[in-house]
């Protein structure tokens, strides 16, 4: 069995694409085979990307199906797809480490019978590369530690382009996934591998995650304290600041929906998202006594997150 498979989901992305396989190719751990599936591009990507497998078809491998429609639905579709021992999500804007797979894998050990996530910390760069901070986590100001299912299900700390994960968690993930209801595929296998397994930090920094105009998702350019409360203010005025709360708390309840449906959860989990899910039924008092007594805290931002619940 291929030991470890490199998701590759691209989508008009020939700007950078080369450099991500590039760096792929500079990997110190020669061991992994790169499977791709590209979800409709108009671009130069698949002709970047048969370069590739012309070169070395025994490790770059073209998935053909019909577009998924997301970025989302792109990987967990890969992830359906491939059998292996462990797993690595690829954007294709993003930069690897040359050690990067290595230091993985060599975190990793043995163990194949539970679910086991181990993720990195990333330099946060510029489209040139140039570093905007040297650590994704203190660029963010979240703490990479907090990994309980709750605070990833409101406030979930893994880059899935960090991610290194096995077989384990691979097979607890797929077993139904309803797109709709899961925000990202990171937090989608984080929150399985919280509830079922472990999650392991690692604080050196693997991935050189590019900002740019066209990011699914960014870390942006930092935002200063006035121009934070101008916008919040501007959003407060126009009524979309409480729209955007309750969209947020409407896509964390889907979310929780989706893991009520996984099989063999613990009692203890299984109440507690049921509990979750139903808040809209109670006052808000009731939902505010909720979030404190089962610890559901947002790193920042909590006041407006628990009066907007």
Not at 261 to 288: G, W
Request: hydrophobic share 35%; charged share 30%.
């Amino acid at each position: 069995m291929i030991r470890n498979a490199v998701l590759l989901a691209t989508y008009n992305g020939e700007k950078y694409l080369p450099e991500l396989l590039n760096s792929l190719e500079a990997q110190t751990c020669r061991d992994f085979v790169c499977f791709i599936h590209d979800d409709g591009s108009i671009d130069d990507t698949r002709k970047i990307l048969l370069d590739y497998v012309l070169k070395d078809p025994n490790r770059y491998v073209i998935l053909d199906y019909p577009a998924t429609g997301s970025a989302k639905g792109n990987f967990l579709s890969l992830l359906e797809k491939v059998e292996a021992e462990n797993y690595l999500f690829s954007d294709q804007d993003d930069v690897w480490m040359p050690d990067k797979l290595e230091t993985l894998q060599n975190a990793m050990g043995e163990k194949k019978d539970t679910p086991v996530l181990l993720y990195s910390d990333m330099k946060v760069v510029r489209e040139d590369l140039s570093v905007i901070n040297e650590s994704f986590h203190e660029f963010i100001g979240r703490d990479p530690r907090r990994l309980d299912y709750r605070q990833i299900l409101i406030d979930n700390p893994v880059a899935g382009c960090t991610a290194y994960f096995n077989k384990a968690l691979r097979e607890k993930a797929i077993e139904y996934t309803y797109i709709d209801e899961i925000e990202m595929h990171d937090s989608w296998i984080a929150a399985l591998c919280a509830i079922f397994g472990e999650i392991r930090y690692i604080e050196t920094p693997l991935v050189m995650y590019r900002q740019h105009s066209d990011n699914v998702l960014g870390a942006g350019e930092q935002e200063s304290g006035v121009d934070k409360i101008k916008r919040n203010l501007k959003d407060l005025f126009s009524g979309e600041f409480a729209e955007k709360k309750r969209r947020f708390h409407e896509r964390m309840r889907l979310m929780a929906h989706q893991l009520s449906q996984v099989e063999d959860l613990p009692d203890d989990v299984q109440m507690t998202l049921r509990e979750f899910i139903d808040l809209p039924r109670h006052a808000k008092s009731y939902r505010m006594a909720f979030y404190r007594r089962n610890g559901f805290k947002r790193e920042h931002h909590d006041l407006w997150f628990r009066l907007t619940c």
